[in-house]
Each structure stands twice: as structure tokens, then as C-alpha cells.
């Protein structure tokens, strides 16, 4: 296995699917979010959205999946992220491997 979560998975898949890799420009993160929730994983948009945050903070992970432009959150108030539609994302590149 890949020790990732069932959502965690899906995020990195839809992000793949939507082709936001480590060279494409970002897209919105509420567009990604959506994408999953859409196709993949038919729960709470904050929970879904929340596992993203917890992949592109680089003091969350070892190695962070989700590249990610805009307010993500600091080390000392991790939980201070900005909503979905201020944040834009695109895969890292441990998440291509």
C-alpha cells in the first residue's frame, strides 16, 4: 500500500485527471475539491478540502503532494489556511512518482 487515505488518493487522482502536474499553471483549489467530490468521493467539501491543506503544508507531510500557492496555513496555527477560493494548487513532484 501507499499509506495514503481513501481521500487523500483521490485528491492526488483527480489532480492527475485534470493534468495539474508539477508543470502545469494552478487551478483554483475549489475546482479540484469539486472534481472530487463530483466523481470520486461523495462526502463534506471542508473534510475533503482539509485533506488537501494537510497535503501542501510543508510542515504537515515529510514530503508535501500538493503544491500549493496562496495562505496554506503557518506551522504555529496550522488550522489559519484561506477558504478554498483564495487557494490554487497543482501536484508536487513526490506526488509523481
Known amino acids: 500500500g501507499d499509506g495514503l487515505k481513501p481521500v487523500q488518493r483521490r485528491i492526488v487522482y483527480a489532480m492527475s485527471e485534470l493534468g495539474l502536474n508539477t508543470s502545469a499553471k494552478f487551478k483554483k483549489s475549489a475546482r479540484t475539491v469539486g ?24 510542515f504537515s507531510y515529510r514530503y508535501p503532494l500538493v503544491d500549493g500557492q496562496g495562505n496554506w496555513g503557518a506551522p504555529d496555527d496550522p488550522k489559519s489556511f484561506a477558504a478554498m477560493r483564495y487557494t490554487e494548487s497543482r501536484l508536487s513532484k513526490y506526488s509523481e512518482l
Request: charged share 15%; net charge negative.
Open 35 to 58: 472534481d472530487v467530490l463530483g466523481k470520486y468521493h461523495p462526502h463534506g467539501d471542508i473534510a475533503c478540502y482539509e485533506a488537501m491543506v494537510l497535503m501542501a503544508q510543508p
